[in-house]
């Protein structure tokens, strides 16, 4: 990795769209008349590793996408549409004062004018100069308490394969990683500095995961505690992608101390921090640090809300916020933006807090992603400490006005340990403090992130600042990275060393550059072409970034081979495709028992009866031969008598079960043709199993089949949807398939559109259902439901109910508070709870989604068979080859001759005689 000649900076040029010279290749040959001075000087150096340390001080992401000095906390909340959102707060003068000072600082930052710094400020805080002279030195005797505090990080590899694999399960399916998740290995240069600039802390740095580990990091290191979130949350809260539900829980961190400190995985130390940043100097009181008030009008909440932009949420979160805010403790209370810092917490504070606002915050445990109706919890419980803690009688009751007067109070249990007796903090009300704190981004502008640095390395009061991810341009990460790596060249002591021998690699290279590149620029003469100069810098850096995207190849290569499939799917393709017939293993027997339902839909004209009832026979001689296990009933809807072309069937067996569509639909309508209306009221089938599997004429099992291939090691159904619609393909749905499209807008109604973000097909696949969730749809939906079971044939204002049920369960009711509560921001906030059957033993109503992974090795969708050929013959050597577990032949106006067929299915051992046939 070394670059001994200036032809290799022209090359690297040349062929990088890191720097683009848009076709003047003038500008290279005029800086080529300094290749031999460079030549000559890097042939005769012999820098030492560890001279010239390159950059003092650094910066890095956030968590919003506002300006420099914008609020950085960005969880969400709620909403009542028949709120009237207006604000007419406005700071005041002291405050308008500052902040201009400080939008001249920042406009600094957004132009090429030098960065002027503006006076001290007169800061509304008795500890001001301590902190802004603190450099190190030894505590006082008063602070010795406080080396020992915890310190909570949270962090997430949004890039590890195995994350969005179950992410993919709650968003549509999308396997991508996004700037909230991914990792340029923040933390560990956020380590870095914690271990330089708080030289007296010794305490447990512990570190929020979902369960991953960092490759980087030394998990041998006594002080690094590794915390799992599915180990701290609820039942069923598990996992979740928004950092707010995190935050909800950090109190039951096993060992966390009384107080404790908690950061992002992108906040950064710039200087030495004394602990009263953190907490006052009398009776050490958490410091909660606010800027200006926040104006939040009605047109932008609503825009926030249409969008639903990943980093603008948080703005509609902060009305919200504020309003739970008002209708507890204040109705005059002004939001001022949060500073992006280190947060200090009272362990003990959090239980009577989530008592208090129990059910407000059952919207950010119940969506297990990131929704601008969500509450912003930090602000929410810093705003606890403010005004909950004013109560002579905390915690039995609450200070403030409003709602907060109501609460039934809380008694501390007596095995926590409690030392302190007197809750309250401390909340600075001023943008001064933006002296000692910074919030930044890291775009595509190269230039804008180049001034970003050189603000924050040079300032001199800087304390802490953080980096919002928001680029995404493979040149910021190069220069991100190469930022971080001379900011904080000393590595921490919680990482291996491979790892570190890696980086280490890099300093020759940039100190005999950086060396040689002052050497050149500062001999030449005065009246030497400045833009040759500038060019000949770009060159410099392009070759930095050509060093570290090397690095970068490298280092992810220490961590092996990137999987492409998650540990998750492989144990169950190897797990399904294992099944050789046997006796289900115990926890699986209930499983015997379970219904399949078939639909004949022998009254519609793309239908042909005979070729149905043909295809149905083969179906269920594949269910009798590969399903061993299954002993359940197996329901036949029919939409008329059918004895003709059902008396192939042996009705002496107990187990199938021939049923006309009138016994099951209420007030029926003569001559009924529509299979939406059928699946409307499956659960009234007498006797149908509390989960049960619909299946179609055209579903056909080709090896042994466990009842894992319908339902989760949870037992939950698993849906096999396609990926999400694109806006080209879903305006091609609307011309269409109305129906598919109207179903999704009554289903967004009810939800909102915030929180079902995406269109999905299902997959020609079995449909697991539960039973419970029929009725419950049917009364949610009512006055859709009414329209649809008028229709007698199909019709595009038709709701799916299939799809209603699914999604019921997707965005409903896979959450803790299930059926008292149904998550969601639309209708559904004032519909009625459920009413489910009194007589149901499923306690929790989860779901799984198959992914194309799975899919890929274990079923085969859509085989387009409809006529005997060359063709269809190639396709059965292939299903009779085939260890996959299932296929279906695809719909299609036209015939499907499966009479043609009959005997190549027999060559696959579906038998030609089974216990269903006379």
Request: glycine content about 4%.
């Amino acid at each position: 990795m070394k670059y001994n000649t200036f032809n290799s900076f022209r090359d690297n040029r040349k062929q990088s769209n890191i720097i683009e010279n848009n076709g003047n290749d003038d500008v290279l040959n005029d800086v080529e008349k300094l290749k031999d001075i460079i030549d000559d000087n890097i042939a005769n150096e012999n820098l030492n590793l560890h001279s010239n340390k390159i950059v003092k001080r650094g910066v890095i992401k956030n968590e919003n996408d506002e300006s420099i000095n914008s609020n950085a906390q960005d969880a969400n909340g709620n909403n009542n549409n028949n709120d009237n959102i207006q604000d007419t707060d406005n700071a005041n003068n002291s405050d308008n004062t500052q902040q201009n000072a400080i939008n001249n600082e920042n406009n600094a930052v957004d132009s090429n004018q030098e960065i002027q710094f503006v006076a001290p400020y007169i800061i509304q805080d008795d500890d001001a100069e301590i902190i802004a002279n603190y450099r190190g030195e030894e505590l006082g005797p008063e602070w010795e308490w406080v080396k020992d505090i915890s310190i909570v990080y949270t962090w997430v590899d949004g890039s590890d394969v195995d994350f969005l694999d179950l992410k993919s399960k709650y968003n549509g399916g999308v396997r991508k990683a996004n700037s909230r998740d991914r990792s340029a290995d923040e933390l560990r240069y956020s380590l870095r500095s914690l271990e330089k600039y708080l030289p007296w802390h010794r305490g447990d740095i512990f570190l929020c995961t979902s369960q991953q580990i960092p490759k980087w990091m030394d998990t041998s290191n006594s002080r690094i505690k590794l915390i799992y979130h599915k180990d701290i949350f609820p039942e069923h809260v598990y996992p979740t992608y928004d950092s707010n539900t995190i935050e909800l829980f950090l109190d039951k961190i096993p060992g966390i101390t009384e107080r404790f400190i908690y950061f992002n995985d992108d906040l950064f130390l710039n200087n030495y921090v004394h602990p009263s940043f953190f907490f006052t100097s009398d009776n050490f009181y958490p410091k909660v640090y606010r800027r200006h008030i926040t104006k939040i009008s009605r047109e932008q909440v609503d825009r926030v809300i249409k969008d639903n932009d990943l980093h603008d949420i948080f703005q509609a979160s902060k009305y919200f916020t504020r309003k739970i805010i008002r209708e507890y403790f204040d109705r005059r209370f002004k939001f001022r933006d949060l500073y992006h810092t280190g947060h200090v917490f009272y362990r003990d504070l959090f239980e009577p807090y989530r008592q208090l606002f129990k059910e407000e915050l059952k919207r950010v445990c119940s969506d297990r992603l990131r929704n601008p109706y969500k509450l912003q919890v930090i602000y929410l419980y810093q705003t606890f400490m403010q005004y909950a803690t004013l109560h002579d009688e905390f915690p039995k009751k609450i200070g403030g006005n409003g709602k907060a007067r109501l609460f039934e109070g809380y008694e501390f249990p007596t095995n926590l340990n409690r030392t302190i007796t007197k809750y309250s903090c401390k909340v600075i009300q001023t943008t001064a403090n933006d002296r000692f704190m910074k919030y930044g981004r890291i775009t595509d502008d190269f230039k804008r992130n180049e001034r970003y640095f050189k603000l924050y390395k040079t300032h001199p009061n800087l304390i802490i600042y953080n980096f919002n991810d928001a680029y995404t341009k493979n040149k910021s990460l190069y220069q991100f990275t190469n930022y971080m790596i001379t900011r904080y060249p000393v590595p921490s002591s919680f990482e291996k060393k491979e790892y570190v021998d890696l980086e280490v690699a890099l300093y020759p290279e940039f100190n005999k550059v950086n060396k040689i590149s002052h050497k050149i620029t500062s001999s030449l003469p005065e009246d030497y072409n400045k833009g040759n100069i500038a060019r000949f810098r770009d060159v410099i850096r392009h070759h930095r970034l050509k060093e570290i995207s090397l690095y970068l190849r490298d280092k992810y290569a220490l961590a092996g081979p990137q999987k492409v499939i998650s540990k998750r799917e492989q144990e169950e393709i190897d797990f399904l495709l294992k099944y050789n017939g046997g006796d289900l293993e115990k926890e699986w027997t209930w499983a015997k028992d379970i219904s399949f339902v078939y639909i004949l839909e022998n009254d519609n004209e793309n239908i042909n009866i005979s070729e149905e009832v043909e295809k149905l026979k083969y179906s269920l001689r594949s269910i009798e031969k590969f399903l061993p296990w299954h002993t359940g009933n197996i329901y036949i809807i029919t939409q008329k008598e059918a004895e003709d072309e059902l008396s192939w069937i042996n009705y002496s067996n107990k187990q199938l079960k021939v049923i006309n569509q009138s016994e099951i639909i209420p007030n029926m309508i003569s001559g009924l043709k529509n299979k939406h209306v059928i699946e409307m009221y499956l659960d009234l089938i007498p006797g149908i199993s509390e989960r049960f599997v619909h299946l179609t004429c055209n579903h056909f099992f080709i090896n042994y089949t466990h009842p894992r291939f319908f339902f989760s090691k949870e037992y939950y159904p698993k849906y096999n949807y396609k990926y999400a619609l694109s806006s080209n393909e879903l305006e091609i749905a609307r011309v269409e398939d109305k129906s598919f499209v109207y179903t999704y807008l009554v289903i967004t109604d009810y939800f909102s559109k915030t929180y079902v973000t995406s269109h999905r097909y299902y997959e020609n696949a079995p449909f697991p259902l539960y039973r419970d969730f029929f009725e419950p749809i049917r009364y949610l939906y009512r006055k859709y439901v009414r329209r649809t079971v008028k229709h007698i044939t199909y019709a595009d204002d038709d709701l799916l109910p299939l799809y209603l049920v699914s999604t019921y369960n997707i965005y409903g009711t896979d959450q803790p508070y299930f059926p008292e509560y149904v998550a969601g921001y639309g209708r559904i906030r004032i519909s009625d709870p459920p009413i489910l059957n009194e007589k149901r033993t499923i306690n929790y109503y989860g779901f799984d989604i198959t992914s194309s992974n799975i899919s890929k090795n274990t079923t085969e969708y859509d085989i387009p068979l409809n006529s005997f050929t060359k063709g269809n013959e190639m396709l059965i050597k292939e299903i009779q080859k085939s260890k996959k577990l299932f296929f279906s032949l695809e719909e299609k106006k036209n015939k499907i001759t499966m009479e043609n067929t009959s005997d190549n299915l027999e060559l696959n051992n579906i038998p030609q005689k089974n216990n269903w046939k006379n």
